[in-house]
Nanobody, 125 residues
């Protein structure tokens, strides 16, 4: 069973930066499987943010975060990171780390092997 533990959320001024970490245990790197992030803001639906395909190293970003967020991984530590720069108020949400099929990040599947507990990110002006 995959277990995901997140860290790194917090509060910053708009324009600031934060880095989230997600440590995965019980996870096997493979093609077409991703580790990544979703977020959910108050009274809004969950949305995909970014994903890292563990078999190939390919990445995916939602249009709303392209150019500002960067997903990376440390295979030796089974950990992924989300570097968030130029944060905007609309980035405020609970961010969840997830493990699942890569098409699940773009709405073509809904298969997940595990979820993190969530970490709150707040960007205020």
């Amino acid at each position: 069973q995959v277990q995901l533990v997140e860290s790194g959320g917090g509060s910053v001024q708009a324009g600031g930066s934060l880095r989230l970490s997600c440590s995965a245990s019980g996870y096997t790197y493979s093609v077409n499987n991703c580790l990544g992030w979703f977020r959910q803001a108050p009274e809004k639906e969950r949305e995909a943010v970014a994903a890292f395909e563990t078999g190939t190293g390919s990445t995916y970003y939602a249009d709303s975060v392209k150019g500002r967020f960067t997903i990376s991984e440390d295979g030796a530590k089974n950990t992924i990171y989300l570097q968030m720069n130029a944060l905007k108020r609309e980035d405020t949400a609970i961010y969840y780390c997830a493990a699942g099929s890569c098409p699940s990040w773009v709405g073509y599947d809904n298969h997940f092997d595990g979820w993190g507990q969530g970490t709150l990110v707040t960007a205020s002006s």
